[in-house]
């Protein structure tokens, strides 16, 4: 059982920048594909971006693509979410996720994702 657990959400200025991260405890986290997803009030929950096991391929959806970067560090069980340029439309809570992965690959689908944190607030003011 994997347990995660996301932090770094908060205010910020339109045009600022955050970062967010998830821990990883409970498995092995070099076997798990990740991903960040983001639900705003009343919206279904969305994809964000995903990262391979290994680091070494990345996916992101058109709207943050360019803004938003994830990455992984195995060696520390935790992934992150570097958030530039924020618009107020990025308010959302932001939740990361893992998927027992055996090739290394990526996916945005949500129902891929067996395990889920708590998520962490994001508000960006105009």
């Known amino acids: 059982q994997v347990q995660l657990v996301e932090s770094g959400g908060g205010l910020v200025q339109a045009g600022g920048s955050l970062r967010l991260s998830c821990a990883a405890s409970?498995?092995?986290?070099?076997?798990?594909?990740m991903g960040w997803f983001r639900q705003r009030p009343g919206k279904e929950r969305e994809f964000v971006a995903a990262i391979s096991r290994s680091g070494g391929r990345t996916n992101a959806a058109d709207s943050v693509k360019g803004r938003f970067a994830i990455s992984r560090d195995n060696a520390k069980n935790t992934v992150y979410l570097q958030m530039n340029s924020l618009k107020p439309e990025d308010t959302s809570v932001y939740y990361c996720?893992?998927?027992?992965?055996?090739?290394?690959?990526?996916?945005?689908?949500?129902?891929?994702?067996?395990?889920w944190g708590q998520g962490t607030q994001v508000t960006v003011s105009s």
């Open positions: 996720a893992a998927d027992f992965d055996i090739a290394d690959s990526t996916t945005s689908s949500i129902r891929a994702y067996d395990y």
């Open positions: 409970g498995g092995t986290f070099s076997n798990y594909r």
